[in-house]
C-alpha cells in the first residue's frame, strides 16, 4: 500500500480513518472487505476497485465515475441482482494480482467530487442490502495499517497504466535490468521511453560530455545552465529521468575489452553507439552471456536539398544470432566511420522514430505486444515509408516460431 499517497490525499486518508480498508494495488485503489449479498442471499466479502487519478502524488477528482468490484455480483435483499448499476460483467487482470470480475456505473449529475464520494457512494449501494439481511455487518473493519510501502520503481505512482488497465502486461518488464550503450540522440529517446516502463534498473553507458548540438536531437529541453555545466551525458539523463525513474545508473565510460564486467548480470542491452571494435567486442560477450540485444542505426544523405535514407533495427537472440554475422547486418568496421547505416546527418524525429522501433522490438521479446512475424531485422525507407522486415525466425517445420 502507497501510504505516502494515502497520506497526502484527504479524501483517502479520511476513507482510511473512518475503518475502511483500502490500499494501492496495481496503481488502483482498493477498498477491501466489503459486505455484500449474492444470489442465494449469503453475505459475502468483496472488494471495490478504483482507477486513480493524481497530480503530484495527490488524488483529484476521479476521472471515471465507474467502478470494478473483485467477488460475486451484488444482489438486493432477496437476491435480485443490482441491475441499475451494471456496466458489464468481465474477468480483468490488472497486475499484482489484482482481478476484477465486474464493472458498475453509477453517476451522479455532477461527477464525484473525489474519492471519499465515489467509494462511500458504492459501498452504501453494495452494502445497504446486506445491512438489511444482518444490521452488524459493515466496511468499517478497521483493520491495521500496514507501514511499508511496495517496492515500485517509480518515484510517482504510474496512474497511466491503471487507467488502461494493462499493469498485467506491463509487469512482465519489472525488475529487468536493462543497459542502454550510447546515450546520444537514439539512445536518449530510448531511456526515455525504457523510463517509463516498470524495469528494475536502467545502466547508461556513454564517455561523451553533452554539448549544444546534443540538445537539438535529445529529448525535451536543457537549460542553459546545464550546457555551461557540460555535464557527461549520462548525468545529464540520469538527472532528468530520476525524477521519474529510482534505477538509473550513470557510467560516463566507454565500453572495451578491459570493463566489459560491468555488463554482467544484465536482461537485456540496447546498442546505440558507432560502429567499430569495441561494439564488436560487446556484441562478443553479449551472445557469450545468452543475452539479448537490439541495434539502432541510421543512415541518412542530403540529397538536392532534401534528406533521403533509411532506419535500422537489427536484433540478435539466443535462439537466432547467425544473421547478425551472416548478412553483417550490424556494420563493426570502421570505429565510427561512414558506412552504409551510420552518417553524420541525424535530426530528432528520426532518432525518436528508431528508438521506438527498437523498444517495441523489446516488448514483443518480453510479450508485451503480440509478435507473429518474428522479424529480427526492421529497415524502414523514410521515402515512401517502406518497411521492411526480414530474418523470421522460424521452428524446424520451417513455420514462424
Not at 97 to 107: D, M, P, R, T, Y
Not at 202 to 219: T, W, Y
Not at 342 to 370: E, G, R, S
Amino acid at each position: 500500500m502507497s501510504v505516502q499517497l494515502i497520506n497526502r490525499s484527504p479524501d483517502l486518508l479520511r476513507l482510511r480513518e473512518e475503518g475502511h480498508d483500502i490500499a494501492i494495488v496495481a496503481d488502483h485503489l482498493v477498498v477491501r472487505s466489503v459486505p455484500y449479498v449474492d444470489a442465494a442471499r449469503n453475505i459475502r466479502l468483496g472488494s471495490l476497485v478504483s482507477e486513480l487519478t493524481l497530480a503530484d502524488d495527490c488524488t483529484t477528482k476521479p476521472g471515471t465515475h465507474v467502478m470494478h468490484f473483485v467477488g460475486r455480483y451484488p444482489c438486493d435483499a432477496n437476491g435480485h441482482r443490482l441491475e441499475k448499476i451494471f456496466n458489464q460483467t468481465s474477468t480483468r487482470d490488472l497486475g499484482a494480482g489484482l482481478v476484477i470480475e465486474h464493472s458498475f456505473s453509477s453517476k451522479p449529475p455532477k461527477g464525484y467530487p473525489d474519492y471519499y464520494e465515489k467509494v462511500s457512494a458504492y459501498v452504501a449501494m453494495v452494502t445497504n442490502p446486506a445491512q438489511a439481511i444482518d444490521p452488524s455487518v459493515t466496511a468499517r473493519c478497521y483493520r491495521v495499517i500496514d507501514t511499508v510501502d511496495d517496492e515500485s520503481p517509480f518515484v510517482y505512482i504510474d496512474t497511466a497504466t491503471s487507467r488502461a488497465q494493462i499493469g498485467v502486461v506491463n509487469q512482465k518488464l519489472r525488475q529487468l535490468k536493462i543497459a542502454i550503450i550510447g546515450i546520444g540522440g537514439t539512445g536518449a529517446y530510448v531511456l526515455d521511453q525504457v523510463a517509463k516502463t516498470p524495469v528494475g534498473s536502467i545502466e547508461i553507458f556513454d564517455p561523451k560530455v553533452f554539448l549544444q548540438h546534443n540538445a537539438f536531437r535529445a529529448p525535451g529541453a536543457a537549460s542553459r545552465e546545464d550546457l555551461a555545466k557540460k555535464p557527461f551525458k549520462t548525468d545529464y539523463y540520469r538527472e532528468m529521468y530520476s525524477q521519474m525513474h529510482r534505477g538509473i545508473r550513470s557510467h560516463p565510460v566507454a565500453l572495451a575489452e578491459e570493463n566489459l564486467h560491468l555488463l554482467n548480470d544484465i536482461d537485456f542491452v540496447f546498442l546505440c553507439l558507432d560502429a567499430g571494435t569495441a561494439k564488436a567486442a560487446i556484441i562478443k560477450k553479449l551472445e557469450q552471456d545468452g543475452v539479448s540485444f537490439v541495434d539502432v542505426g541510421m543512415g541518412i544523405e542530403l540529397v538536392n536539398d532534401e534528406l533521403i535514407g533509411i532506419i535500422r533495427v537489427t536484433t540478435s537472440t539466443p535462439t537466432m544470432r547467425k544473421q547478425v554475422h551472416d548478412k553483417n547486418r550490424i556494420p563493426l568496421q570502421g570505429d565510427g566511420q561512414a558506412n552504409l547505416y551510420d552518417t553524420n546527418i541525424q535530426t530528432a524525429d528520426l532518432n525518436m522514430l528508431n528508438a521506438a522501433l527498437a523498444v517495441m522490438k523489446w516488448k514483443k521479446i518480453y510479450h508485451v505486444y503480440m509478435d507473429l512475424e518474428r522479424e529480427h531485422f526492421t529497415a524502414l525507407t523514410i521515402d515512401g515509408n517502406h518497411l521492411l522486415n526480414e530474418d523470421i525466425e522460424k521452428d524446424d517445420k520451417g513455420d514462424v516460431a
